[in-house]
């Protein structure tokens, strides 16, 4: 741990030193450059030429999914660089147009971006919340042998064998108040993880009384990416670096610390969409989004397609567990 805090010491100092010759961060964005993969934003904190470096994918939730890759600087990783956090590493955030994370597609964007910029193929890390928790573990589930550590807030999986997780440095975070994803969730995973044995490589933090759009704010904070950054794949046994935490009031201060400027950042995009810079909180940022029912479907298969659960589908609509549902009726699920 302290080696790690070195680190980012001497990274924020030699920052200071040589913002312009030292350092050559780039935030670039790339649409329509990989066959079945996703439209993405990659910031380079060194000069490219440099030697590999470590790479933190992060996967967004529901409320910034679209076409306009510009929402993915709403918040996160990307939009915690422009408010001032330093983070030692190459950022990759795709774009999800909607629907799951699809583990397969993220990993064609990974080998291009491996292609193209000097990455450090034993300190590759995935950091997703909401929807992007699901991603995450789909994706640490299905390449747990390319992935050094990975950090999930309020998500959930559709898996169907979890046992990979066992094998990646896992952190797990969930707010006790969330209504929209169930911590729940996260307990059903674990509790699979358990089945398939020794679950010492994964911690999990309940936030008391936090909702779900709390966890957003710890992308502002560097003890998460400290902790990913403190992981390698080539480890031997590839232990869990203790000593990390997470608090609500560690959230509620997230801000404070940070510059609250762009910093010495140049952007580089392929469009002219207005820069939409705001402090975003997935609960409040979630549009309200309408299902058309289809031929045999049922709650469960609905629920689990839009990464909610029954309950809150009968919460929205109204409706009990026992009520028929008709091909053709619109079902709000979000």
């Not at 707010?175 to 674990?190: H, K, L, M, W």
Request: charged fraction near 20%; include cysteine; hydrophobic fraction near 35%.
């Amino acid at each position: 741990m302290k080696k790690i805090a070195a680190y980012f010491l001497v990274f924020s100092f030699y920052y200071l030193l040589f913002p312009a010759n030292g350092l050559a961060q780039t935030m670039t964005s790339h649409r329509q450059v990989v066959a079945d993969g996703y439209d993405f934003w990659t910031y380079t904190a060194v000069d490219t030429a440099s030697e590999p470096q470590p790479l933190i994918l992060f996967l967004h939730g529901a409320s910034l999914c679209g076409k306009n890759l510009e929402r993915v600087r709403r918040y996160g990783p990307l939009h915690a660089l422009q408010m001032g956090l330093e983070i030692p590493a190459t950022i990759v955030a795709p774009q999800n147009p909607g629907g799951a994370w699809k583990p397969e597609r993220l990993m064609h964007v990974l080998e291009w971006v491996k292609a193209h910029y000097p990455v450090d193929t034993n300190r590759i890390y995935v950091f997703g919340m909401s929807l992007g928790g699901y991603g995450t573990f789909d994706f640490v589930g299905t390449y747990p042998d390319k992935v050094a550590a990975a950090i999930a807030m309020c998500g959930g999986s559709q898996l169907r064998d979890f046992c990979g997780l066992n094998e990646v440095p896992l952190w797990i975070i969930h707010g006790t108040a969330d209504r929209q994803v169930p911590i729940s969730q996260s307990q059903r995973i674990i509790n699979a993880m358990e089945r398939c044995g020794s679950t010492n490589r994964m911690q999990f933090t309940k936030l008391q009384g936090s909702n779900h759009g709390a966890p957003a704010r710890a992308f502002y904070l560097s003890s998460p990416y400290e902790w990913l950054l403190s992981h390698r794949l080539d480890t031997p046994l590839r232990p869990i670096t203790p000593g990390y935490s997470i608090t609500p009031t560690d959230l509620k201060k997230a801000y404070n610390h940070l510059r609250h400027g762009s910093g010495n950042i140049k952007i580089e995009k392929g469009d002219n969409s207005p820069m939409m810079e705001q402090e975003a909180s997935e609960e409040n940022t979630t549009e309200t989004t309408y299902y058309t029912v289809r031929k045999g479907d049922t709650l469960e298969k609905i629920a689990k397609r839009h990464h909610t659960t029954v309950s809150k589908l009968c919460e929205l609509n109204k409706m009990q567990r026992t009520s028929i549902i008709r091909p053709g009726q619109k079902l709000q699920v979000r």
